[in-house]
């Protein structure tokens, strides 16, 4: 899964602070949004979702933020861990399409 | 997702030759997916099926066949390789009975593709 990074930007975080990754979405019509979580070697990992209806939702150690004026998408993750390294994107959906469009993705690592 | 397999995990082969990527699942899921990956690039939907006797083209289906031989299997076939489908491959599927998590997909760990 290696080369699937190879021209990805990268966000350096030391562990145990907080980490930020951004997303803009293209479709304004995109009523459904996903956050993916994708290790070296491995399928894309279901982080969490929201809806158009919300511009926040928490899960376990993770947020995700949604701004539908500017089209912009953010995934916080809080105290981060060597574990969290890993390539980080993000897909938007429109509500009765099969559709989903997914952003080329953000790679994070973690320095001890 | 381990309960999401494809074989093979990687593979290298010449153009011209066909080739054939098999996906099989035990989550009950009723719908399944190919997409591909390529650096640089989200992942691009190839076919799609809700059902076994449903097959619907994605994005970039040329050159590209599926085959959805029973609700847990779901194989993506390249008549005759050619370079530019070097890619990662994944497999992926969903619920579409539940409840507000119907759009949740999960993937395969992927098939290495090189065509040479």
């Known amino acids: 899964g290696e080369s699937v990074g190879l021209h990805l930007p990268t966000l350096s975080v030391q562990e145990g602070d907080n980490s930020i990754i951004n997303c803009a979405y293209s479709n304004s019509a995109s009523d459904y949004f996903i956050w993916y979580k994708q290790e070296s070697g491995k399928g894309p990992q279901f982080i969490i979702d929201i809806r158009s209806n919300m511009d926040k939702r928490q899960g376990q150690r993770v947020t995700v933020l949604l701004n539908k004026t500017v089209k912009h998408l953010s995934l916080q993750i809080a105290a981060t861990q060597p574990g969290d390294s890993a390539v980080y994107f993000c897909a938007e959906k429109t509500s009765g399409t099969y559709k989903y469009i997914f952003g080329t993705g953000t790679r994070l690592k973690v320095l001890a | 997702d381990a309960d999401v397999t494809q074989t093979p995990r990687n593979r290298i082969t010449k153009t011209g030759k066909r080739i054939m990527l098999e996906c099989s699942q035990t989550?009950?899921?009723?719908?399944m997916y190919w997409y591909r990956q390529d650096p640089g690039l989200g992942l691009q939907l190839i076919y799609y099926s809700f059902d076994v006797k449903d097959i619907n083209k994605g994005e970039i289906s040329d050159g590209y066949s599926v085959s959805r031989q029973a609700q847990a299997k779901f194989s993506l076939s390249l008549e005759s390789a050619i370079p530019n489908q070097t890619a990662l491959y994944f497999c992926?599927?969903?619920?579409?009975?539940?409840?507000?998590?119907?759009?949740?997909?999960?993937f395969g760990p992927g098939t290495r593709l090189t065509v040479l």
């Open positions: 992926a599927t969903s619920d579409s009975k539940r409840v507000d998590r119907d759009n949740e997909q999960f």
């Open positions: 989550k009950g899921h009723d719908r």
